[in-house]
C-alpha cells in the first residue's frame, strides 16, 4: 500500500452486545493524525444473534466453527448494506475484529468469531481480520489491542480511557506504551439494567436512584484481579466466574446492583490516575453521567468527553487503523502492552475466493 491516502471499512462487536459498529475512514499515511471518520452506523443484533452470541461460551467446537461461518456471512451482508446505504465507491480493504467468544491466553487460548474469508467472498474485498491469535501464541495477553491507535492518533491525551464492556486504559509510561483492563463495566450493567426491561442504564439514571450495598462492593473490591500488575485483561469467563456470583448471592434487586456495581467501576477507575490527568474517555459508558460524575467525586480528574463519532466508533477506527499497519507491515501490537515476547504487526489477509 504505497499510495498516501487509504479509504478503510472498519467493523468491530464488543463483549457488552449492543451491536456492529462500522466506520468508513480515510487515513493519511504521511500523518496518522490526519484521520477523517467519513461515514459510520451502529446495526443493532437481532434477540437471535444476541443469544447466539452471548451463549457461544458453551458452544462445542463444532458449533463454533458453524458460528464463525455463519457470523462471517452475516458481517459480509451487514458491510455490504453498510456500502450501499452511503454509497461507497472508493475501499481499499475491510478490517474487521471479530467477536469474542472466548479469551483465556494464560491457556494460549482466544477466538474471534467472523470468518474473514466469507466477509471477503459477500463483498468482493480484501479483508484483514483475526488480530489477536498471533499475539497469544507469541506469550501474550491478545488484549488490549487498541493503544497503538492511542499511541498514533491520540497522542495530546495523558490516558485513554475506554468504557465498552470492559474498562481499559492506554498511556505512555517513559518510552513504553502500556494498557490494560481495569474493570468490568457495561457487560455487567447492561445485565441487571435488562432484569427491569430496559437495553442499559440510560445516563445512570437508575444508578443513581438506587441503594448503595457496602458489603457487596467490598467483597468486589477484594477481587485479586485489582492487585495484579500488568499487562492484564478481562473476559467473560471471569466475569462469570468472579464476579455475577458474589452480585447474585448479596442483592435481589436490580436498582441496588446498578447502583452499587457504577460506584464500584468508579472506584475502580479512580485509583488507576493521578489528580488533573487529562483523560479521553470513549466508549457507551462515557454516556453514563452518573458514572462520569462518580468518578469526578471521588478524584479530580480531567475527563474530555469528545465528539459523538469518537465515543461511539473509536475502537471500530482503530480496528482500522490496525489493518492499516498490517497491510504495511508495521507493528499493530505492542509488547509492553500485552506481554507476548515481542512487537509484531498481527492480523490474517485474506483476498476474495481464496480458498481456506
Known amino acids: ?207 443513581a436512584k438506587g441503594n448503595y450495598i457496602e458489603e457487596l462492593d467490598v467483597q468486589l473490591q477484594k477481587l485479586h484481579f485489582y492487585k495484579e500488575q500488568a499487562p492484564k485483561s478481562l473476559g467473560l469467563e471471569w466475569v462469570k466466574e468472579k464476579v455475577f456470583p458474589k452480585i447474585d448471592d448479596n442483592i435481589n434487586k436490580p436498582e441496588e446492583v446498578l447502583r452499587t456495581f457504577t460506584d464500584h467501576v468508579a472506584w475502580a477507575i479512580a485509583r488507576e490516575f493521578p489528580k488533573e490527568a487529562k483523560v479521553l474517555v470513549t466508549g457507551g459508558g462515557a454516556y453514563n453521567d452518573y458514572l462520569i460524575q462518580k468518578i469526578k467525586s471521588i478524584k479530580n480528574i480531567d475527563l474530555i468527553i469528545p465528539s459523538k463519532k469518537i465515543i461511539d466508533f473509536k475502537e471500530a477506527l482503530i480496528f482500522a487503523f490496525l489493518g492499516v499497519l498490517k497491510l504495511d507491515n508495521q507493528v499493530n501490537c505492542l509488547c509492553s502492552v500485552t506481554g507476548a515476547e515481542k512487537n509484531h504487526s498481527s492480523g490474517v489477509v485474506v483476498n476474495p475466493s481464496m480458498v481456506q
Open 1 to 207: 500500500m504505497n499510495k498516501s491516502e487509504v479509504f478503510v471499512i472498519g467493523l468491530m462487536s464488543g463483549t457488552s452486545l449492543d451491536g456492529i459498529d462500522l466506520v468508513y475512514v480515510k487515513f493519511d499515511k504521511n500523518n496518522y493524525q490526519f484521520f477523517e471518520i467519513l461515514e459510520s452506523k451502529t446495526v443493532s443484533y437481532s434477540y437471535k444473534w444476541k443469544q447466539d452470541l452471548q451463549n457461544s461460551i458453551n458452544f462445542s467446537s463444532e458449533e463454533l466453527e458453524d458460528l464463525d461461518v455463519n457470523y462471517g456471512k452475516y458481517l459480509g451482508y451487514v458491510v455490504n448494506d453498510f456500502i450501499d446505504e452511503f454509497q461507497i465507491k472508493n475501499i481499499d480493504f475491510i478490517a474487521s475484529h471479530g467477536h469474542t467468544v472466548l479469551h483465556q491466553p494464560e491457556k494460549g487460548i482466544t477466538l474471534q468469531v467472523g470468518n474473514g474469508l466469507e466477509i471477503a467472498n459477500i463483498t468482493k474485498h480484501k479483508v484483514v481480520y483475526d488480530f489477536r491469535t498471533q499475539d497469544v501464541k507469541l506469550g501474550g495477553q491478545g488484549a488490549p489491542l487498541v493503544p497503538i491507535g492511542d499511541e498514533l492518533l491520540f497522542s495530546e491525551y495523558d490516558y485513554c480511557l475506554n468504557l465498552g464492556g470492559f474498562a481499559n486504559v492506554s498511556f505512555k509510561k517513559g518510552s513504553k506504551r502500556i494498557a490494560y483492563d481495569i474493570c468490568p463495566v457495561n457487560i455487567v450493567l447492561n445485565k441487571y439494567a435488562q432484569k427491569i426491561g430496559l437495553e442499559y442504564d440510560d445516563r445512570g439514571k437508575v444508578a
